[in-house]
């Protein structure tokens, strides 16, 4: 089994920053595909950013490119999303999840493994 854990949410001003880990724990995945999600009240959880494990690369929605930044530390068995700019729309809980079943990363139903989540809220 693996266990992902978010920390890092919070309450934060427009404009502002925040970054998100989630720790990984347990079984070792083989070059898993690290993807952060968000659920707002009322809406279907969306994709947000993607990493592969090895090699690093990344996507990202089109709604927080240039804003949002996914990256990950191997040595730590964490990946990280850096928020900067936060709008209200961003107000949501963030997901980690973990997908090694490839696939397009953006597909939720290709992930395996989620974290239980982390809110994030934005004021004005």
């Known amino acids: 089994q693996v266990q992902l854990v978010e920390s890092g949410g919070g309450l934060v001003q427009a404009g502002g920053s925040l970054r998100l880990s989630c720790a990984a724990s347990g079984r070792t995945l083989s070059n898993p595909v690290m993807g952060w999600f968000r659920q707002a009240p009322g809406k279907e959880r969306e994709f947000v950013a993607a990493v592969t494990w090895i090699g690093g690369s990344t996507v990202y929605a089109d709604s927080v490119k240039g804003r949002f930044t996914i990256s990950r530390d191997n040595a730590k068995n964490t990946v990280y999303l850096q928020m900067n700019s936060l709008r209200p729309m961003d107000a949501a809980v963030y997901y980690c999840?973990?997908?090694?079943?490839?696939?397009?990363?953006?597909?939720?139903?290709?992930?395996?493994?989620w974290g239980q989540g982390t809110k994030v809220t934005v004021s004005l």
């Open positions: 999840a973990a997908n090694t079943r490839g696939g397009a990363p953006q597909l939720e139903g290709r992930y395996d493994y």
